[in-house]
């Protein structure tokens, strides 16, 4: 469960954008979004690797490696 005090004088907006973050952090939302549909798990490590691969191209466009 998140918690968020509101602090004096702090306006509502400005809580509930800190609320929003702690809300996105958890990955509640992603997770649900993920459980709806049923993918094999050779779909999601293919998924991984093809993301991982792609990180690396940019790394090393960067420089960072």
Not at 6 to 18: T, Y
Not at 33 to 48: G, L, T, Y
Request: proline fraction near 2%; charged fraction near 45%; avoid cysteine.
């Amino acid at each position: 469960m998140i918690i968020i005090n509101v602090k004096e004088n702090e306006s509502i907006d400005r809580a509930l954008k800190r609320f929003k973050k702690k809300f996105e952090k958890t990955g509640v939302l992603k997770e649900l979004r993920a459980r709806k549909q049923f993918n094999k798990p050779s779909v999601i490590r293919r998924d991984e690797l093809i993301k991982a691969k792609y990180k690396e191209k940019i790394m090393r466009e960067r420089g960072g490696f």
